[in-house]
């Protein structure tokens, strides 16, 4: 129940890219009170955690079991296996689906880029089910898919029990968990997020008044563009939201709320918008170096090059509390002698980032280029000259 940031540390996020992994404990902000029962505020630009609340306790999912619905929709679009234009046929089971919904109807077939809409704009639950079916066959089938996927994302504190996010015993997660799955959500389909950031939708011959994206943090900060809101008696009123503004020196940076478990529709908005901007103001993002800028350029033995640019192909940015900027130094930490061959990507060393004379953060270093074998006579010269060093 401590709300004091106690560290800025990198999310174990199972096959992410961020780049950091924070190692130590360092002073930070504390956080503003925020009435929710779990929260978690992330830089995802640093891949860094600014603040949090019982992120590992299982939660009700509510709807934001319909971020992994989206997951697995898109992915399915990806693959071809469904167009945005098919139309999908509405069966009985979705048509009846209580709480939320796109009003559709078994006289209807409906394209999954409208079911899509009626899924993240009206958080339907009808629409929710329809694209489960058109996508896994049957809802079971559809729901061990999702299972599968947060299996394989890391997600280890989640269980799906149904694709629309109605209570059902065992039906849980962690905001820890939400973190993960938001931040590959965005990751690995941005063409799609702009259904996120859509503020109004009805399906032709549906009531008008249903129309309106329920987050409301979308109608107030023109730099919140997603994600998704859910509510239910026993979980109470929650929200995933992200944020994209733009800062000197840095470029876009953005960060990433979760809130668990507020008291009301007003009060979820409220304290990720309180979340959002305590985490913009109270810490600066640094840029280290830019994508694909070499890191360093150490010499290389037994190649036909003698020296090798290691880097990461992403820029690499910390995440430090305000006015420390300066603090900031950097050491390299790899393995000498280099020997050749590399192939471009391969793991090279590290960098460690320190804020004074505490670590935090070890960034992974990779070889930005390829560096071929040199022949017999390069390597026989290299290995006397090692032998000699």
């Not at 944020?243 to 979760?258: A, E, Q, T, Y």
Request: aromatic share 6%; with cysteine.
């Amino acid at each position: 129940m401590n709300r004091t940031l106690t560290a800025l540390r990198t999310l174990a996020l199972a096959a992410a890219v961020a780049p950091s992994i924070l190692l130590a404990q360092i002073q930070a902000p504390q956080p503003p009170e925020i009435a929710a029962r779990n929260y978690l505020l992330v830089d995802v630009t640093a891949g860094q955690v600014l603040a949090s609340k019982e992120i590992e306790g299982p939660v009700e999912q509510a709807s934001l079991t319909k971020l992994m619905t989206g997951y697995l929709v898109f992915d399915a679009l990806r693959a071809k296996k469904i167009t945005l234009e098919q139309k999908l046929p509405v069966s009985v089971r979705a048509w009846k689906m209580p709480g939320s919904r796109m009003f559709i109807d078994p006289k209807m077939q409906v394209a999954v880029d409208d079911l899509l809409k009626g899924m993240i704009v009206q958080s339907g639950n009808d629409a929710t089910v329809a694209l489960a079916e058109g996508v896994g066959g049957t809802v079971e089938n559809f729901v061990k898919l999702m299972n599968d996927q947060a299996k394989a994302l890391g997600m280890t504190g989640t269980s799906y029990k149904n694709p629309e996010g109605l209570t059902e015993p065992g039906h849980t997660t962690t905001a820890k968990d939400l973190s993960i799955l938001a931040r590959r959500l965005m990751q690995d389909f941005p063409e799609y997020m702009h259904y996120y950031s859509t503020k109004h939708y009805s399906y032709p011959g549906t009531p008008a008044s249903n129309g309106n994206n329920r987050n409301m943090l979308l109608f107030r900060d023109p730099t919140v563009d997603g994600l998704k809101t859910g509510h239910t008696e026993a979980a109470g009123y929650c929200l995933v939201a992200t944020s994209k503004r733009d800062f000197p020196n840095v470029g876009h940076r953005r960060l990433l709320s979760i809130v668990l478990g507020a008291a009301s529709e007003n009060a979820r908005a409220n304290e990720s918008q309180k979340l959002l901007n305590w985490g913009y103001t109270a810490f600066d993002a640094v840029k280290l170096f830019d994508a694909g800028q070499p890191v360093a350029t150490p010499a290389v033995w037994k190649g036909k090059t003698s020296t090798i640019k290691i880097g990461r192909t992403e820029p690499i940015v910390v995440t430090v509390p305000s006015g420390s900027a300066g603090k900031v130094t950097t050491q390299i930490v790899r393995q000498d002698p280099l020997v050749a061959p590399f192939t471009q990507g391969q793991s090279v060393g590290t960098l460690k980032v320190l804020l004074g004379e505490q670590t935090l953060a070890e960034v992974p270093l990779v070889a930005l280029e390829g560096v071929e074998q040199a022949g017999i006579l390069g390597r026989a010269w290299d290995a006397i000259r090692l032998w000699i060093k």
